[in-house]
């Protein structure tokens, strides 16, 4: 079963930081490039971020740009997400989701998603 799993949310104060992961099961991540995405209530869902297949490029949305940080470890099979200086506004069900390739910061092409994790900024 093909299968991508998000974890490592939670609930942080604002300022506070957390690593998520992405890891698959049943496949190889390293033949696709790898985006983040994530929902806050009443929201639509937004990329975030996107990694390349090698790891060598990466992008950012605007709004997390310069506090969060995708990179990937295709031996472990898993992708990550740092997230530094979390806000309020941060507060979403983060998921990560294949690609073919990353058109910004956006994967091209969305072949798989994960179940998503929580991520609460509050104090």
């Known amino acids: 079963q093909l299968q991508l799993v998000e974890s490592g949310g939670g609930l942080v104060q604002p300022g506070g930081s957390l690593r998520l992961s992405c890891a698959a099961s049943g496949f190889t991540l390293d033949y696709y490039a790898i985006g983040w995405f994530r929902q806050a209530p009443g929201k639509e869902r937004e990329g975030i971020s996107c990694i390349s297949r090698s790891g060598g490029s990466t992008n950012y949305a605007d709004s997390v740009k310069g506090r969060f940080t995708i990179s990937r470890d295709n031996a472990k099979n898993t992708v990550y997400l740092q997230m530094n200086s979390l806000k309020p506004e941060d507060t979403a069900i983060y998921y990560c989701?294949?690609?073919?390739?990353?058109?910004?910061?956006?994967?091209?092409?969305?072949?798989?998603w994960g179940q998503g994790t929580q991520v609460t900024v509050s104090s």
């Open positions: 989701a294949t690609g073919y390739s990353c058109s910004g910061y956006v994967p091209r092409g969305t072949t798989g």
